[in-house]
């Protein structure tokens, strides 16, 4: 292992600026390789493999095996190998995708053939998870920047469809127009000239038609011009008269100021005395309009003073609709107080009669007692009227009774009835009085 680490790193001291001797190596004069064959590819943690390792022949090589086992992992490990972008190969768009599912990093390296040396080139890149790479050539770390120049040194152009198709990329080559399939193939064969020269061609063809089409444009103006002398032979005429017309013109524009300032002092001479006049009639206006302003001035101070009378008496209206309303309450509780009070009359005047009637009863009773006195004052048995005397005194004393208790309670109703008889000409007063208010608040409204 320390001799082949020993020997990658002699390999490298010895890779100067591009092999300055450029002669064969002996041991590979009789290699079948050209320069930048793969010789060899191994890859680590990359896609579907875990780690593989194998060395391509000279000429052709196929690669045969079922789908899903790694034939287009090869392909993409080659672009990327060489500083290809992953947009060259229509899959992942991060290098990161094509590591290993579950490992942390994916390693490519490619061996390509070196016939001036006794050590190829090899190209490893180191792909993380963390988006980062590692490049290195035999063995000592560098950039991708290097690693394109060695490719392109190589001549080999893994986005040139015509030298590198992956498969995702065949419909793309299949649209190529025939002019880009012959700058495509020009650029991947080895003449270095080829392309260069052909877009010389292109460039000196399209000057060319430049020329021809510039020498067409010549011929035509050429012969517009011709034209135009002909033309100018009568345009000189006309020239030299309007030549004459345009001293005439400068002369009538010096003249033109004196007109302008001459038209311009009788306008303002007209102007002056229009403002003038305009005054006078100003004064006379303003005098005219003294009397109507002092007008003015009382008809506002006068239609303020009425404004703030009628804000005064909606205050007013608005206060004695509250009244008003009030007083229609009253109104109607008043009433309804004097039909109770009516109904009360009614009642204690029933009463009255009633007790007239029980008074006159009575005293058809004590005229009746009266009687039966007399009768027994007329008879004879002295037992029988003391019995009778005796039983005609209770009954006098309990109609005396009767009657003084009819009498204090006729008494008592003819007061009540008096103190109703005054309590509703009193209410019936105010009502008429609170009418009488009403109607003359409606009036003033």
């Known amino acids: 292992m320390e001799l082949s680490k020993k020997r990658d790193v002699d390999c490298a001291d010895r890779m100067g600026p591009a092999n300055k001797s450029r002669s064969i190596y002996p041991d590979k004069q009789s290699s079948s390789f050209v320069e930048g064959s793969i010789v060899r590819i191994k890859l680590t943690q990359f896609l579907t493999y875990d780690e593989v390792e194998f060395r391509t022949g000279p000429y052709l090589n196929v690669i045969i095996g079922p789908n899903g086992t790694g034939k287009s992992a090869i392909v993409c490990a080659i672009c990327l190998g060489l500083a290809g972008k992953t947009s060259w190969l229509g899959r992942a768009s991060d290098p990161k995708d094509f590591i290993k599912y579950g490992a942390q990093s994916a390693k490519i390296e490619i061996e390509l053939f070196n016939p001036y040396d006794e050590c190829n080139y090899i190209v490893s890149r180191k792909i993380s998870l963390n988006k980062s790479t590692d490049w290195r050539i035999n063995q000592r770390p560098t950039s991708q920047k290097a690693v394109e120049e060695l490719v392109t040194k190589l001549n080999i152009q893994v986005g040139n469809l015509c030298q590198f198709l992956p498969q995702e990329k065949v419909a793309e080559f299949a649209r190529m127009s025939m002019q880009e399939l012959l700058e495509n193939t020009e650029k991947s064969v080895c003449r270095d000239d080829l392309y260069e020269n052909h877009q010389k061609l292109k460039s000196a063809r399209s000057e060319s038609r430049g020329m021809e089409e510039e020498l067409e444009s010549l011929k035509e103006e050429l012969d517009q011009k011709r034209q135009r002398n002909i033309r100018l032979e009568e345009d000189v005429k006309s020239y030299n008269d309007r030549k004459k017309f345009l001293e005439k013109v400068e002369v009538l524009k010096m003249k033109k100021p004196w007109l302008e300032y001459e038209l311009l002092r009788e306008q303002f001479r007209r ?63 008043m009433t309804e107080k004097i039909e109770q009070e ?18 006159s009863a009575l005293q058809e009773q004590l005229v009746s007692l009266e009687q039966q006195l007399a ?44 103190g109703l008889k005054n309590h509703i000409r009193c209410k019936s007063r105010q009502i008429f009085v609170r009418l009488q208010t009403s109607i003359h608040f409606n009036k003033v409204l």
Do not use: P, W
Not at 342 to 359: C, G, P, V
Not at 388 to 413: H, I
């Open 271 to 333: 102007a002056k005395e229009e403002k003038d006049r305009k005054h006078i009639e100003l004064k006379r206006e303003k005098k005219q309009s003294e009397g109507l302003q002092r007008r003015h001035d009382e008809l506002k101070i006068k239609k303020e003073n009425e404004e703030k009378e009628t804000r005064q008496m909606s205050k007013y209206i608005l206060t004695k609709t509250k009244d008003v309303e009030e007083q229609r309450a009253n109104l109607t509780n």
């Open 342 to 359: 009516k109904n009360e009359f009614n009642s204690r005047l029933k009463e009255e009669e009633a007790r007239k009637k029980k008074l």
């Open 375 to 418: 009768d027994m004052c007329n008879s004879n048995d002295e037992q029988i009227i003391a019995q009778n005397l005796d039983k005609v005194a209770k009954d006098l004393r309990a109609v005396n009774s009767r009657m003084t208790n009819v009498q204090t309670q006729g008494e008592e109703l003819s007061q009540e009835i008096e």
